[in-house]
């Protein structure tokens, strides 16, 4: 289905049924709140009657209309659920190593409940943010095995582990050797 071969009884109903097949194919603009949308907006269905297609948002604009808050139609790419797993990676890239009640603060501020940010995180990334940490602490530990003289209590200190237990268990699940082990073959 072309672009061009769209009615506005097909565009009605990919709006209604907020599919996003049909996103950047064309806009709709509601007459009484004064605002467009994508076809996959999640908002709540406006009256047919006061509902206008648009080709472009830009069209939409021009006609007086604003941009909606919630699909925002005006960007060229909206991915509000991987912005939002980004931004738990970022915070988790920044502060692996900081002490754990920093990271939940951290991770507290982008307004996402504990389940939300796991789902999130596991479909972008396949892996949920503790494995991600994880990961990431293993990783340090590894570079400061390999290039440091520090002693494998500080190295698991300075890569984010509580505790030097956890530290000895997590390291051997992942790469299969104990620290010391790792530390011999590596340098």
Known sequence: MSEVN?????????SQTCNPAFDGRFFYGVKTTG????????SKS???ENVLFFDTAEQAAESGLR???RCRPDLLVFQPLKDSAD???AVCDQYFFADRSRLKEELAGLG???NRMIQLFQEQYQKTPSEYLNQLRIDSAKDLLVHTQNSILQISLQSG???LSTFYAQFRKVTGVSPKEYRNKHR
Do not use: G
């Open 6 to 14: 769209l009615t506005d009884d097909e565009k009605w109903q990919a």
């Open 35 to 42: 605002i467009f949308c994508r076809p996959s907006c999640r």
């Open 46 to 48: 406006p009256k047919r």
């Open 67 to 69: 941009p909606c808050k």
């Open 87 to 89: 931004k738990i990676k």
């Open 112 to 114: 996402l409940s504990r």
């Open 161 to 163: 582990f509580d505790s």
